[in-house]
C-alpha cells in the first residue's frame, strides 16, 4: 500500500505520516460514526457481526490466510481513527499476518453446541471496538464437529456497509478455494482504496460547493422534530439503549418473486 495511487482522476493520497504506516482525512460518514461512538462511550450499535456456517471438511490454515488476504487488500479493515490536533485521520498500518482464534466446542453436549454458538455469537457482536487503537474487526472461529464449524467476523460500521459483505464472502470463497487448491490464489487488483474516495470528497466538497450544501440542509431542516415518533412506538428511555426485536416470518416463494420483480 503506498500514496502514489492515481486512477479515474483521483488525486495522489497526501501522506501524513512516515516509515510506512499513512494518515488520511475520514469521509463525512467515517466523521458521524466516529462522533456517534464519542458520544455514545464505544457503544456496540454500530458492530456488523458476520456468522458463517462452514460444513464439511476445513483446512484451517487455508481459511486463516483467506481471512488475512482481505485484511490486506482492503486497507480501511486494518485502520485506526484518531483524533491529531484539530484533525481526524484514519492510519493504515502495514499488513501483518492475523491469527484466527480456534474455540472448540466438542466438549459441549451435542444438543447444546449450536445454542452455545449462537450464544458466543452474540457475544461477540455485543462487543464495542475502541477505534482509537485499531484494528476495527474481530475474528474467529467455533468447532461444533470435526466437519462443521462457524466463522465469526465483527467488524465496525466505520469499515463496512451491507454491500462489503457481499465483497468479503465472494473474496473469502476465491481466495479459500485456491488456498486449498496449494495455488496462490489471485484476485483483480483494486483500483481505489477506500481512503481515496476520502480523499476526493473532502476536496469536492469544500469551500464555496460545502457552504452552498450546508445552507440548503439547514434550510430543509429548519423546525424538522429532533426524533422521530411513530405512533406504534414504545416510550423512549431517558437514554437510548438501541436493544431490539426480530420477528421471523416465512412468506411463499411465489410472493417473494413478485416482490423482486416489483422492487
Known sequence: MGNSLKTGGVAPRPALLTDEVFA???????????????????SAAYNIPLSIRLQGSLHFDALRRSVASIV???????????QQGDRLVQVIPPAND???????????PEQDRLPRAQALAGDEAAKSFDLARGPVFRTSL???AEDDHVLLFTVHH????????????????????GYCAGKSPELPDLPLQYTDYSVWQRQYLSG???Q???????????????????????????????????????????????????S
Do not use: C, M
Not at 492475523?98 to 459441549?108: F, G, H, K, Q
Not at 437514554?239 to 423482486?260: C, D, H, N, V
Open 98 to 108: 492475523i491469527a484466527l482464534p480456534l474455540v472448540d466446542l466438542t466438549n459441549v
Open 24 to 42: 488520511f482525512p475520514l469521509s463525512y460518514a467515517q466523521q458521524r460514526l466516529w462522533v456517534l461512538d464519542r458520544l455514545e462511550s464505544r
Open 158 to 177: 466505520i469499515a463496512f456497509d451491507g454491500w462489503s459483505e457481499r465483497v468479503f464472502v465472494g473474496e473469502l470463497k476465491a481466495l479459500y478455494a
Open 208 to 210: 464555496p460547493r460545502l
Open 72 to 82: 490486506q487488500r482492503h486497507e480501511v479493515l486494518r485502520a485506526s481513527f484518531e
Open 142 to 144: 467455533l468447532k461444533l
Open 212 to 262: 452552498q450544501q450546508l445552507e440548503y440542509w439547514k434550510a430543509q431542516l429548519a423546525g424538522a422534530p429532533t426524533a422521530l415518533e411513530l405512533p406504534t412506538d414504545h416510550p423512549r428511555p431517558p437514554r437510548q439503549t438501541y436493544r431490539g426485536g426480530k420477528l421471523a416470518t416465512l412468506i411463499p416463494l411465489s410472493l417473494l418473486r413478485e416482490l423482486k420483480g416489483l
